[in-house]
């Protein structure tokens, strides 16, 4: 037995998340979707997210462009043009806690990840950084992405996972990926383990210094 927490990166993707939505409804599970913000400029898109929040899915931001992790982005605007701007986008579907997950660059946990001005920016804004414990790659395998993830659940008591709503094919396994965890005695749960929020309403309640950069910022 253990329990698992689904995440859905980089969308919302009009060609996939209808159907993630659709897979994780007929099962009665419940995850977050980390949106990018820009995306929501487009009606379809946001529309994708008002339905997903609507039936009980939790909206994150995940920047608003998802080009460079924001710990190699030597702007001091960097949180307010990338986190500041996909908050405002995401308006009035955001949840209390404003989860906020940085750009990992493939899914590294580093120093790539935040600065020191994001930081400031996090708590300043009440935000919540929701890292992770679980990147089975799903963008990159497509097709064999399952049994990685089922081998990363099995090997810790809580797995918080990061699965991509995009159109590589991925997503078409993720009932199978469902039929196969619920077999292994997954228990699905939409929190997140408490080692994977470092920063918790604005609050540093973790140590963060592995992923915060020194990189020297512009005025």
Not at 7 to 30: M, Q, S, W
Not at 70 to 81: F, I, N, S, V
Request: glycine share 10%; proline share 7%.
């Amino acid at each position: 037995m253990y329990d698992l927490t689904l995440t859905f990166d980089n969308g919302p993707d009009p060609d996939v998340t209808p159907r993630v939505l659709d897979v994780l409804a007929e099962r009665g599970i419940k995850a977050t979707f980390f949106v990018i913000g820009e995306k929501l400029a487009d009606t379809a898109r946001r529309g994708l997210a008002v339905r997903a929040h609507g039936e009980g899915h939790w909206i994150g931001n995940h920047t608003f462009t998802h080009s460079i992790p924001l710990g190699e982005q030597p702007d001091r605007m960097t949180a307010e043009k990338e986190i500041g701007r996909t908050q405002d986008a995401i308006g009035d579907l955001a949840h209390p806690q404003r989860w906020f997950r940085p750009f990992g660059g493939g899914g590294n946990l580093d120093t790539r990840l935040l600065k020191p001005s994001v930081v400031d920016y996090l708590t300043r804004n009440k935000h919540s950084c929701v890292l992770w414990n679980s990147i089975p790659r799903d963008w990159e395998d497509p097709d064999g992405w399952t049994g990685r993830a089922l081998d990363q659940c099995s090997q810790q008591p809580w797995t918080l996972m990061v699965l991509h709503d995009l159109p590589t094919g991925a997503m078409d396994h993720l009932e199978r990926f469902l039929d196969r965890a619920a077999a292994a005695g997954a228990r699905l749960r939409q929190d997140f383990p408490p080692q994977c929020v470092p920063v918790r309403g604005g609050e540093i309640v973790l140590p963060i210094i592995d992923y915060v950069s020194t990189i020297e910022e512009s005025v």
